[in-house]
């Protein structure tokens, strides 16, 4: 682990994934195929890792993943567990690029964050999720293709949607970086 | 709303006398097992195992019903997926078709067919007892500890400790706002469209994850106040010291687990084939 591991970071991982956990476990919605739901959890994984970086993304998305499916089923499904690893991760790196502290996520972030967002997921629920499924539970590829490309499609749509407005929210909350300027 | 959720029962048994880290190496070791194999002798085998440990615990059936009803319908769904999109698995995997009956087009029933999924589902049946019982009788700031135990660094055991320390609160404050948002008004059902539940859902989102970022702030402070993180180990309060019964329990799943891979893995198939 790096040592940059702040204290803050480290709590954030923590009670990140417990909000995964609950918003994975309670809030979903059904789209009224079968077995299929939009996810809430990944919007919130999408919107803490932009906020905490890739370390805490990646790590949020594992802890609370491996802890929403044992709590919820008492076994973990680790294809999938994987790419929420992967998805906040990747997400993450997109901490570097906007200032949100600053208070700026206008027109041009919320389209770089939404291409963003859906060449992870696509990669993410449609490439990784099916591959790992095939080569640890030997399960039929045609059926594990379509589960990650519903999946991809529900989750693009729910962090397209939900993350968006939550950034954008979090970025009016925060005072904007330029408002003062030094006196001479 | 009375939704439970997995969480730790206190009683007496042998199961909950094992050291957390005990059981973590074996939790660890068991999934991987029952993962890496297809090989229903040793499945079979694990089934067994896992009932045996399960009555060792005292654990009563009725006390985990609700999940274990969650987790058949899961497995119901999951068996007709696989079926539905790929009837054939079981002939390709197992090289040879014994038809039972045909139902239409590509969709018959083969007993190679019925033994994959036999295998898929089994494996389920391998794990979950297991796993069920490790949350079960695992104390959460002692899976911290045994986390750190098995080399993960201590800072990131802290963060799953305040996961799991801070789920309850944060079920709370979830179903506080759920309520309040009904009351005004906003409705979560299948009586909303689609896009608007979208919408409806963010006005719980934003408070849980609003109220969760003070959270974050708050303890993080008080973390930094005790000094968090100044040096490189920590000692753990609830961290208990291996016991006989824990080396034993060690020893027998290291020498299991090399068995079945061992067993799994040497005609260099996963796969048993009795149709051969």
Redesign the interface.
Known sequence: ?KKS?S??T??????????Y???G???T????I??TN?E?AI??LA??AV?FGPIAGG?IGL??HA?KD???????W?SWVFVSLFIGFAIGFYAYKVKLEDGVFGKKEIISFNLVQIIVQIIGWGVLAPTLDIS????????VF??GLVAALTNI??VG??ST??LI?YAK?QSKGSSLTKED | ?A?K??GYFERSSVIHQLSGFTKLVIFLLW?SAA?LT?DTRILIILFILSMIIFKLSKVQLKE?RY?LM??LF?LL?NNI??Y???PQ?GVK?YGSSHELFSIYGRYNLTLEQLFYQFN?TL??FV??PV??LF?ITTHPSEFAASLNKIGI?Y??S??????????P???RD?RTISQVQQARGVDFS?NEK?TK??KN??S???P???S??D???T??QA??LRS??KHKKRTWYSERPLSKLDWYSLLISIFLFIVIIIVTFHDGS??YNPFN
């Open positions: 682990m591991l204290i803050k480290i709590v954030a991982i923590g009670i990140g994934s417990a909000v956990v609950i918003l476990r309670f809030l919605i059904p789209t009224g079968p077995n939009i809430t919007a919130f919107f803490i906020l790590l802890i609370g802890l044992i709590l919820m089923w008492g076994s973990i680790w640890i539970y030997a399960e039929p590829a045609n059926k379509t589960q749509i729910s949607v939900i407005i939550l929210s909350t | 709303m939704v959720m997995l999934s993962m297809y985990i999940v969650l987790i899961f769904l997926a696989i539905l999109f790929s698995e995997i898929v494996k389920y794990v979950t796993a069920l949350i660094s800072k990131i802290i963060a799953v400790s305040l996961a799991l320390r801070y789920l609160d944060i079920q979830f299948k689609i539940r979208l859902v963010v719980i989102m934003m849980l994850i609003f969760s970022l959270r974050i702030d303890i993080s973390m930094e968090f993180g996963r796969f």
